[in-house]
């Protein structure tokens, strides 16, 4: 186990030091000294509602040009809200492209549309959004109105409580559910759950606990209760390690250990590097399952104000005991906010994929998006 552990990790290194010095889609806030979601967000976790420091963040760091109060909602339309109300929410456009010996596709459809409001009373805030989920891009009639996210959090001198519907804390958290650290662990799109969560932040130190309960409002995915937690500590504002710990049960028969760590290095204010490196432990009632290893690594350059261009890796092995790896990816893509509220990301990746059958192949997107 040691040695297909530490096959990840020269893997890792190897690829990153392979590519350009290049950036990540959406920079890392840690290389400017923001090493947690809630200075710009609502959500512990990261993601959804920014706060109005969040906001006034997107503009000055993460925008190439903008005027005054366009990076407010609907650039500025609502000259006041209410300062313990907080409105947000994403449209999305995707065009894919997929090629490898047998097939040549690409596809152009909607691929998202929320809003999201969050608004606070002394310690309490209340969350949620309402969209459309469009589904499959060749069934039309398979659209539904979704909230992916509605919980309430009470703030005390002890930490934070939130209850209700949200995304798995675990690991680093990437937007990119596509990636081998959450699609490959069984957490895509549409795997919120209903949870229960206790988090600490410190000003170093991060802690936080979830009791995850099995419902998803979705019955055609796989369920699963499960306990997860997740430390995290900060040096010289800019270098974080963290580990995390999950235990799930999927039916009686069937339950899984999930051990990783995580790294997110600001190492300049336009060069950094996150990883994750995940062990997964499956057994049944009667024996122990193969043990399997998903890992991920992201090295990423602010080109200007705004632009960023970066490089990733990814592996995965369904038996670290067979030796040799059953998937393998390496690719690069960019992200470029010109003003604020739009966000233009596209990114290309080169397969390996044992397990499919389909050898190699390539994979690329293209997202168009509009932040309200």
Not at 229 to 258: M, N
Not at 343 to 363: D, F, M, P, V
């Amino acid at each position: 186990m040691i040695s297909a552990l530490a096959k990840h990790a020269l893997f890792l290194s190897l690829a990153m030091l392979a590519f350009p010095l290049r950036v990540y889609a959406f920079p890392e806030m840690i290389r400017h000294g923001y090493s947690n979601c809630t200075s710009c967000h609502v959500s512990p976790s990261g993601g959804g509602v920014l706060t109005a420091y969040g906001r006034e963040l997107s503009k000055e760091l993460l925008s190439t040009w903008s005027s005054e109060n366009e990076h407010q909602p609907l650039h500025g339309l609502i000259k006041e809200l209410p300062e313990n109300l907080m409105i947000g929410g994403d449209l999305r456009w995707i065009q894919t492209r997929k090629e490898s010996s047998a097939l040549k596709q690409g596809n152009f459809f909607f691929m998202q549309g929320d809003l999201e409001a969050a608004v606070s009373s002394g310690p309490v805030t209340l969350d949620a959004s309402i969209g459309l989920d469009p589904g499959s891009p060749f069934d039309s009639n398979d659209e539904k109105w979704v909230s992916r996210r509605h919980f309430v959090i009470v703030q005390t001198k002890a930490g934070s409580f939130r209850a209700g519907r949200f995304t798995k804390n675990f690991g680093i958290m990437i937007p990119d559910h596509t990636a081998q650290i959450r699609r490959g662990l069984g957490w895509d799109q549409g795997s919120e759950t209903y949870n229960l969560e206790y988090s600490k932040q410190m000003e170093a130190d991060s802690f936080n606990i979830t009791l995850i309960t099995d419902y998803k409002n979705d019955e055609s995915s796989s369920k699963e209760k499960a306990v997860s937690a997740s430390y995290s500590h900060t040096f010289a504002q800019s270098l974080k390690l963290g580990s995390s710990v999950y235990q799930g049960q999927t039916s009686e028969d069937t339950s899984r250990s999930i051990y990783g760590v995580y790294w997110n290095f600001g190492l300049t204010e336009k060069l950094y590097l996150l990883g994750e490196l995940d062990l997964v432990d499956s057994r049944t009632k009667d024996k122990p399952l193969p043990k399997s290893t998903v890992s991920y690594g992201k090295v990423g350059y602010e080109i200007f104000k705004g632009f960023d261009l970066y490089a990733l890796a990814e592996q995965r092995d369904f038996d670290i005991g067979k030796g040799g790896s059953d998937y393998q990816s390496g690719g690069f893509g960019f992200q470029w906010s010109p003003r604020p509220h739009f966000i233009l990301t596209s990114q290309w990746q080169e397969i390996r994929a044992n397990s499919s059958g389909t050898g190699r192949s390539s994979s690329g997107w293209f997202i168009f998006q509009y932040a309200i």
